[in-house]
C-alpha cells in the first residue's frame, strides 16, 4: 500500500473567469504546458550526482510537458487556424506546477524518484480539476468539448503517472529495507549519527571564515568534546570543502528525518514529547546549516 499524499486542496482558488473561445482556451492551455516544461526542465538539469534517481524523472516529465505543448499549438491551428497567442489571455493562466512544491523537493538530499512521480501525479489531478471548472463555465460548446477534452487528458495522464508512482516506491522500499540492514552495521543508533554530525560541523569550521565558524561552532555547544586530529577518520582529508558540507547536511536531514519518524511510531506520550523535542532540535539545526551553506566562503 502507497503513503498517502498531502491532502490540502488542489486548487488555492477557482478560475477568475470563464473562457470566452477556444483561442484563449488554447492560449491558458499552452501557457501552463510551457510552464510546466521550464519547471521541469530546471530540475531535469540539476547536476548534483546524488539527484541522479530524480532528475531522470523530470527529463521524462519535462519531454511529456514540451510534446503536450506541441499538440495543443496543433489543435490550436486546427481549431482556428493559427497557433495561440498570449494576445487572447484576458487573465493569467492558473499555476498548475507551483514552484515552490517544486523547490521543496529540489531542496532536499533525500529526495526520491517517488516522491517526483507523486507530485506529478498532483499536478495532473489539479490540471483535471481546473479543466473541469472550465468546461463547467463555459457559454460555447466548442470550449466546453475542448475543455472536457483536457480534463479527460489530465485524468489518463494522471493514470499513467500513478503507475510510475506505484512502481517507484515499489523500488524505493526494496532499498529501504537493504538500506536499514546496511545501517544496523554502520549506524547502531541516533546518537552515533549525532556524533557523527557534530564531527562533520566542527571539520567544517575548520575551513570557514571566522563568522561561519562561530556560528558553527555554537551549533555544536558542549555537546562534543573533539581531540585535535580525530575527525581525520570520519572526514578524510581528501574529501573538499563542499564534500564535507553535503556529508554534515546529509546526516542533518537523516536525524530530523529519524526524529519524525520516531514522533508519528511513538507508542506513549513521553516518547511522543521527546521524539517531538529532537524533531524541532534537529529541523531548527538543519535550517541554521542550510543558511551557513548558502553563504558565500
Known sequence: MEPKMRSEPLLAAEPPASVR???ELYAIAFTQAEEAAQRYGKLAA???????PVRCVFEVLNQR???????????????IGRGPARADLRW????????????ELEGSLLATAYGA????????ERAFIFWTYIAARAESGLVRAAAESLAREALRDGNL??????????????????????????????????????????????????????????????GLQIP?????????????????KRRVLRLAEQLSSIYLDEADNAVDQSR??????????????????RTIASLPG
Open 228 to 244: 585535535i586530529g580525530d575527525t581525520n577518520d570520519t572526514f578524510p582529508h581528501s574529501e573538499t570543502l563542499d564534500d564535507i
Open 65 to 79: 510537458e514540451l510534446e503536450r505543448a506541441e499538440t495543443i499549438e496543433k489543435a490550436c491551428i486546427a481549431a
Open 21 to 23: 473561445n477556444v483561442g
Open 92 to 103: 493569467p493562466p492558473m499555476d498548475l506546477v507551483p514552484a515552490e512544491e517544486l523547490s
Open 161 to 222: 503517472l500513478r503507475r510510475e508512482r506505484r512502481l517507484a516506491w515499489r523500488a524505493g522500499r526494496r532499498q529501504s529495507l537493504a538500506a536499514q540492514e546496511t545501517a544496523v552495521t554502520e549506524f547502531s543508533s541516533a546518537a552515533l549519527l549525532e556524533s557523527l554530525l557534530l564531527r562533520g560541523i566542527f571539520r567544517w569550521s575548520q575551513d570557514a571564515p571566522a563568522p561561519q565558524r562561530r556560528r558553527l561552532l555554537s551549533l555544536i555547544g558542549d
Open 117 to 124: 512521480w507523486a507530485l506529478a501525479v498532483r499536478h495532473r
Open 272 to 289: 511522543l514529547e521527546l521524539a517531538q523535542q529532537l524533531a524541532a532540535r534537529s529541523i531548527a539545526r538543519l535550517a541554521d546549516l
Open 46 to 52: 540539476t547536476g548534483d550526482e546524488g539527484f541522479e
